[in-house]
């Protein structure tokens, strides 16, 4: 049985001091609600890793990354190593974001070499793959998601992709307001449990967790979340706030 994940992506948002005071709001909403099938994650920037990490232990709520290099250390200035986030006891990292393909140009190879370093630290790398508005419009959302996968899952092996999270994400949907309705959701998110099927194998395909993230709120939550092939949600604006509590609260 597939658990659901709930995974907050602050991106550029909240200084040490705001972080600190939004994770500590969000462990008293939550103390003793927590649920055995719902994993929650929150994704602070780099600069309030180790705060959020420390005020997060002996919850069940855990800490990842928004990004990582992908070589183990070296002259790369500016960059933080998988051995640097698992030293601040974070457990999951956001790999190819498409604002990171999109404005840092984090490119498909980028993304498989980032997953494999994750996969080494036992970090779990959730991988965002999605198709633009045009690429929607012209029918080509399928192709463009089914070429990311390929292409990040190369030389990943079966026992290794189990511990991996895919998150679907229309970029069209991110941070727009303009959410996916849950059917188209749920079709892309099947498709993608389809590939997966077509890689390895029906059990592996039933084992990964696939998320859906774009303008996910408290009012759309629910019936997105509800969907089969659904097993959570990465959520951007909404995780800053008090509503991430409440969305996490909308799972039974
Ligand atoms: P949003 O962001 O919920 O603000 O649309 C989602 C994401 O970028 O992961």
Redesign the pocket.
């Known amino acids: 049985m597939r658990k659901k994940y709930v995974i907050g992506?602050w991106?550029m948002n909240k200084t040490y001091e705001e972080a600190r005071e939004c994770v500590t709001l969000f462990k008293e909403l939550l103390d003793g609600k927590y649920k055995d099938n719902v994993k929650i994650v929150v994704c602070p920037p780099y600069t309030a890793l180790s705060v959020v990490a420390y005020e997060l232990q002996n919850t069940p709520i855990e800490c990842g990354a928004q990004n990582v290099h992908y070589m183990p250390n070296g002259a790369y200035t500016g960059e933080i190593s998988s051995d640097m986030l698992k030293d601040l006891g974070v457990t999951f990292c956001?790999v190819g974001?498409?604002?990171r393909r999109q404005y840092f140009n984090e490119t498909d190879t980028a993304v498989n070499k980032k997953i494999k370093i994750l996969l080494e630290n036992s970090i779990t790398p959730v991988i965002?793959v999605g198709e633009t508005l045009e690429q929607r419009e012209n029918a080509k959302a399928n192709e463009t998601v089914q070429c990311e996968l390929y292409k990040a899952f190369e030389n990943i092996d079966k026992k290794q992709i189990q511990n991996c999270v895919i998150?679907y994400?229309p970029i069209w949907?991110?941070?727009?307001g303009k959410t996916s309705p849950a059917e188209e959701a749920e079709k892309m998110c099947k498709f993608i449990r389809h590939i997966i099927k077509e890689l390895y194998d029906v059990q592996t395909s039933e084992n990964v967790h696939i998320l859906y993230?774009?303008?996910?709120?408290l009012t759309n939550a629910k019936d997105i979340l509800a969907m089969p092939n659904i097993d959570g949600a990465?959520?951007?604006?909404?995780?800053l706030k008090k509503d991430f509590v409440d969305i996490i609260l909308t799972q039974e």
């Open positions: 992506n991106k956001i974001h498409s604002e965002c998150a994400e949907a991110i941070g727009t993230g774009g303008s996910v709120n990465l959520i951007g604006g909404a995780s």
